[in-house]
């Protein structure tokens, strides 16, 4: 066989492999996250048509008294605070005004459980409650979490080198 020719059919069979093993190209979203964009194209379909909710007028009080505000449970109330805690996260995917006052309660209960909560209001679209989470986080800043008081009694145990140096 001429050498020409096992050359070429060498260069063509590495070719081929190339081709058939070479990597996919990396996908160009690296997470598939869809939220800030669900909330994107959520605010502006309020714009455009506003639902059912904005239909409906709100029901007429008295000028000189103050709204009626549900009461927030105690820190020592579990039930209390889980109910709390899945009517604010079922008004953070609600419309515009509905995730503002989840923010506003969640910054007047002031309570740590809150927390994700308002870290996902700071990515909110709407100004207001992006305002209203960071004024609601700027209470919790600087603070620590104390250590239990299991770890504080807790002796501390002896490294091995020291017993075997007496």
């Known amino acids: 066989m001429n050498p020409s020719l096992l050359g070429a059919a060498a260069a063509t069979l590495l070719v081929a492999l190339w081709l058939v093993t070479r990597r996919q190209p990396r996908p160009f979203l690296r997470s598939a996250d869809t939220s800030a964009v669900a909330a994107l194209n959520r605010a502006q379909r309020e714009l455009v048509a506003p639902g059912p909710a904005a239909a409906v007028p709100p029901p007429i009080a008295a000028a000189d008294s103050p709204p009626a505000e549900q009461p927030l449970p105690r820190r020592a109330d579990q039930r209390g605070r889980a109910q709390l805690l899945a009517r604010l996260a079922a008004a953070a995917h609600g419309s515009q005004p509905e995730r503002l006052e989840a ?10 459980a809150t927390l994700p909560l308002l870290r996902r209001g700071l990515r909110d679209v709407h100004p207001a409650v992006v305002q209203e989470a960071a004024q609601a986080l700027e209470a ?3 603070r620590t979490r104390p250590a239990p008081q ?6 501390r145990p002896r490294p091995r ?6």
């Open 150 to 155: 299991a770890e504080l009694t807790a002796a």
């Open 140 to 142: 919790f800043r600087g």
């Open 161 to 166: 080198t020291v017993s075997r140096t007496r």
């Open 103 to 112: 923010m506003r309660t969640a910054r007047r209960w002031g309570h740590p």
